[in-house]
């Protein structure tokens, strides 16, 4: 309907506008900074550096990082830039072309210092990009199970591969943007998006040198986020402009709304990832043994660097019973640009070594890959590599088998592929039916639900009942993150569920530090599992309130499941997760062998959900998951050169457009109840993207006898190996 406000959409009166200055510079020390020209412009009302940050530091997993690199600050070793996208400066006036004027009239000078942008270089520590670690190794996590030699030796079939992952950007919808001012109980208040409004709350009172409850975060509807919105981009500003501004007697709001530019530079990406893996397997089908090393590009700075190894860490040996493993894992510091959360966590990463292994293993076995998977998936009381059962309601064969079979229902019956039909809007010519190559691809994958490795984990509701002898009104008060996914309407769904009342009667009082506990990150398909829980507890306390005819009934409820264990340092045994969900997806793909473009027919995905509180997003998510994996695996190409972003733009970087997508997307919902899920439900969002890359380039290889080791699949690259090796 057009009715959301967004953060780029608020405009209070009386606003001031701001403007970010980004260092630029991938390693450098700052010598000296010149404001009196920019101070000077016409409509500056104030300049902010890192001088004037309280406490000059944040971090998600650690405080590591300079709110404003420069000069003047207590924090040690502020003064140097990392990473071209470190923040100096924060400039505030009564218009934005002020506010961008006197940003371009700042005079910095630069020591430059040596980069580090090659993982092994940093490795070598030769330059120790944060002195205070002694090391560029950001973490390693190790997996030691079972007996190696013995595995290789009963191995009548040995697969190895190195593979080469690249960044990828979120591309949310709207890029940041946000309001900074003083509310009216004189709070220090922030409306942003974001992905946690209780972890932006404390990361924000920790720079400002502010007790938390003197700080305040309100997320308005939220234009995409996919993980790129779980670090901080403005909220620290935006709290700084209106706290320093405040102090000078200034109660007026800041508005910044970034650039799709400066989005692209300001915040992470996903780790570009190298993997070298061996795996053996018995002619008859089941592993013996896998043996990986990979390395993950951190980044000037920690951001979630290390929560995505340890998935990466796991997911890397795939879903399967593996009797013999021996892993080593790496998140490396360089001055490249930071590596984080993205859809997934870690399990595209992993989940592409683990699938083209199994997929190879199939091909020099001779053997179905469906069948090559049940053979070694995981099953109820399966130990997985770090020793421990999986949870109980694992169903990946079930799932393997649901997408096997729905593949096969409509073989053959997809159509007319949109490139025979010469449809794609990059074509000037219709294809050369000669050139048209077909193949199918299979993959499989798990992904953690909530948050892993000891992680703390909790989710807070509130519910109140309203009305007379009957209910006639329900609000439920959460801090759950709406980011498109469609989590208000499922909690929504769920709280009306819970009180047994219709939806029509739920009203939601979201996202406010104000107004509600804390919910946890919306990440880590977490919140339906996470929010149904703690859902479901209040509203048993509130309708206790009521049969005790309390009026208006409130109740409260704090969810937390069991608890998960990091790494051992030496073995990696642990209990890393409370909850998985499985997925496993087919696709169809056209290789035209003249341009090397790469087509997909069609998809189909199989997820279990536990149970599909809203089957229609469950759809959406699926869809949307695959196309944004699409982009991934063919066509996404962040170019990174000497710790600088060289196409920040969308007319270089470039994403699945209508015309780019599936022809054809299946969506297969199984649901096997988690026994721990609210109404059995699983947390989903990430899953069906996991498995499209790594099924994608079975297809091409199904197409052309060809494997590829390395994404995107761009068409010069494609081309190029099928130049060394013509199509079988």
Request: contains cysteine; negative net charge.
């Amino acid at each position: 309907m057009g009715t959301a406000h967004f953060p780029g959409d608020l405009t209070p009166d009386d606003l001031l506008y701001g403007k970010v200055l980004f260092s630029n510079q991938p390693h450098a020390r700052m010598i000296s900074m010149d404001l009196s020209e920019a101070e000077a412009v016409p409509g500056v009302v104030a300049i902010l550096t890192a001088k004037d940050v309280p406490v000059n530091e944040y971090g998600l997993i650690m405080p590591d990082q300079p709110v404003l690199v420069g000069l003047g600050s207590a924090k040690p070793y502020s003064d140097i830039s990392r990473w071209e996208g470190e923040q100096v400066a924060v400039i505030v006036a009564e218009t934005e072309e002020a506010a961008a004027l006197a940003r371009d009239r700042i005079k910095i000078e630069w020591e430059p210092l040596p980069l580090v942008t090659d993982m092994e270089e940093a490795m070598k520590d030769e330059i120790i990009l944060h002195p205070w670690q002694g090391t560029n190794i950001l973490m390693h996590d190790r997996i030691r199970k079972g007996d190696m030699e013995a595995g290789w030796a009963a191995a009548d079939v040995i697969i190895e591969g190195k593979y080469r992952l690249p960044y990828q950007e979120h591309v949310f919808l709207q890029p940041e943007a946000g309001l900074g001012y003083i509310d009216e109980e004189g709070r220090v208040t922030v409306e942003i998006g974001g992905q946690w409004t209780h972890e932006d709350r404390e990361q924000v009172a920790h720079a400002l040198g502010l007790p938390e409850e003197r700080v305040r975060i309100i997320y308005p509807a939220i234009g995409g986020a996919f993980g790129g919105k779980e670090d901080m981009s403005l909220q620290i500003v935006l709290g700084l402009a209106a706290m320093r501004l405040h102090e000078m007697g200034i109660d007026r709001p800041v508005r910044i709304i970034w650039t799709r530019e400066e989005s692209i530079v300001g915040h992470h990406k996903r780790h570009p990832a190298i993997v070298r893996t061996k795996w053996g397997a018995t002619k008859e089908g089941k592993i013996t043994a896998v043996s990986t090393e990979g390395f993950l590009d951190s980044g000037a700075y920690a951001y979630t660097s290390t929560k995505v190894l340890g998935n990466f860490h796991l997911m890397v040996a795939g879903p399967y019973e593996i009797p013999n493993a021996h892993i080593d894992s790496y998140a490396i510091t360089t001055n490249n640009p930071p590596g984080g959360a993205f859809r997934g966590f870690g399990g595209p990463q992993g989940a592409f070594v683990a699938e083209l292994q199994m997929n190879k293993l199939a091909a020099a076995l001779k053997m179905d890959p469906v069948e090559l998977r049940l053979k070694n998936v995981l099953r109820e009381g399966s130990l997985m590599t770090v020793q421990t059962a999986v949870p109980p309601g694992i169903s990946l064969a079930e799932v393997i088998e649901a997408c096997a079979a729905a593949a096969d229902q409509y073989s053959g019956n997809s159509g007319q592929s949109s490139v025979e039909a010469g449809e794609l809007s990059i074509s000037t010519l219709p294809a050369n039916p000669a050139s048209l190559k077909k193949g199918r691809g299979f993959a499989c994958a798990f992904k953690n639900v909530g948050f892993s490795f000891g992680a703390p984990e909790k989710c807070e509701a509130t519910i109140e009942l309203h009305g007379g002898r009957e209910i006639e009104r329900v609000i439920l008060h959460h801090a759950a993150a709406e980011v498109g996914q469609g989590s208000h309407t499922a909690l929504m769904q769920m709280a009306a569920e819970a009180v047994g009342v219709d939806v029509s009667l739920v009203e939601l009082d979201m996202s406010d530090t104000a107004t509600s506990g804390n919910s946890g990150s919306v990440s880590a398909s977490r919140m339906t599992f996470m929010a149904g829980n703690s859902i479901r507890g209040a509203a048993e306390k509130a309708l206790a309130a009521w049969d005790d005819e309390d009026r208006p009934a409130i109740g409260y409820f704090c969810y937390t499941p069991p608890p998960t264990e990091p790494y051992d340092p030496e073995t990696g045994v642990c209990m890393p997760n409370f909850a998985y969900g499985y997925v496993a997806e087919m696709v169809e793909v056209t290789v035209d062998t003249e341009t090397g473009f790469v087509h997909i027919d069609r998809v189909v995905c199989a997820d279990d959900v536990g149970k599909a509180i809203n089957p229609t997003s469950v759809e959406g998510q699926i869809e949307g998951a695959v196309v944004q994996a699409e982009g991934y695996a063919l066509m996404e190409n962040l170019v990174v050169q000497d710790g600088r972003i060289q196409n920040p733009y969308l007319s270089q970087y470039l994403i699945p457009g209508i015309m780019d997508i599936p022809d054809r997307v299946d969506s297969v919902i199984v649901e096997t109840a988690d026994p721990l899920g609210p109404w059995g439900a699983r947390g989903m969002a990430e899953m069906p993207f996991l498995p499209l890359a790594p099924a994608l380039v079975t297809a091409v290889h199904d197409a052309t006898g060809i494997w590829f080791d390395e994404i995107p699949l761009l068409p010069y690259r494609v081309l190029a190996k099928l130049r060394e090796q013509p199509p079988q």
